[in-house]
């Protein structure tokens, strides 16, 4: 539920989301810095319920990739604490958190240890020490699930750049995962290879996996449920997806190019020459792309 924040910030009206359900990941007045010169995130604070879908937006620079390094481990807040499904994320417990929740990274050819596709969605299985009758069923399952059976033999370099992101997929899925983040995994993908991932995101959302996703691109931010914008390591704002992009200036002030369908409707709207039919189907197809 999203609910007005009377606190202002820089000028712009701030969205908090009061929890319906269950929180899968919480952050609280999380702050992160390299150095003592430069804070890379500042007081982060946000809720992910179980089964929502939530796009990170921001500049490049803006720290959302650090976010994503800091909830599954990767990195230790310099303030602040993170939950996953109740459990803090600390050096004692990362390790056990790592079955709840994976991440898929940029760039598909360096998540590869396997000589075959099927060795590589092993990998993290064997890991956890599930046996091998066991991990045959899921590798089978889960290749079936996003339709890599018939490259099960094959090398992982002989794959398009959208096969080896699903086989990165198949692979957290296959250690039963509850959460799984995309870190602008689609951004080194030809247009036929983003939509092909992002099918298959939409798809495990559907069945009621937690997705966080991290991305610069707004289009594959609309098929999420909520937004969050990130500006200079601080949140500019967060809700749903409707209630963001009625603020036009959230975007331009975190430097992010709306669809082309909303700068239209929000021109037509300025300079009053918006009808009633114009305004309801420029902004059903900006707002769902």
């Given at each position: 539920m999203v609910k007005e924040n009377?606190?202002?910030?820089?000028?712009?009206?701030?969205?908090?989301?009061?929890?319906?359900g269950e929180n899968m990941i919480e952050v609280k007045h999380l702050s992160f810095q390299y150095t003592a010169k430069r804070k890379i995130l500042k007081d982060i604070n946000l809720t992910i319920e179980k089964g929502d879908w939530v796009a990170v937006l921001g500049h490049n620079g803006s720290g959302k990739s650090t976010l994503a390094k800091l909830i599954v481990g990767l990195l230790t807040p310099t303030e602040g604490e993170i939950t996953i499904d109740g459990i803090a994320v600390n050096p004692d417990t990362v390790y056990e958190l790592r079955k709840k929740i994976g991440i898929v990274f940029q760039n598909p050819d360096n998540q590869f240890v396997g000589v075959t596709v099927r060795d590589d969605i092993a990998f993290g299985m064997e890991n956890l020490c599930i046996s091998k009758d066991e991990m045959l069923r899921r590798i089978d399952q889960y290749a079936a699930k996003i339709g890599l059976s018939a490259f099960l033999e094959k090398e992982p370099s002989t794959l398009s750049g959208g096969q080896k992101q699903r086989v990165a997929i198949a692979g957290i899925l296959a250690m039963s995962t509850d959460i799984m983040i995309f870190d602008e995994a689609t951004s080194m993908l030809d247009p036929m290879a983003r939509a092909e991932v992002m099918k298959v995101i939409r798809a495990?959302?559907?069945?009621?996996?937690t997705i966080l996703m991290i991305t610069h691109d707004i289009e594959e931010a609309l098929l999420a449920k909520r937004m969050v914008l990130l500006k200079q390591g601080e949140v500019l704002a967060q809700g749903s997806k409707e209630s963001i992009l009625k603020h036009p200036e959230y975007f331009e002030a975190a430097r992010l190019e709306l669809p082309t369908a909303l700068k239209l409707y929000y021109k037509l709207k300025?300079?009053?020459?918006?009808?009633?039919?114009?305004?309801?189907?420029?902004?059903?197809?900006g707002s769902n792309m």
């Open positions: 009377p606190r202002a910030k820089a000028g712009f009206l701030w969205y908090t989301m009061e929890a319906d495990l959302n559907e069945e009621g996996l300025q300079e009053d020459l918006m009808t009633p039919e114009l305004e309801a189907t420029l902004w059903a197809f």
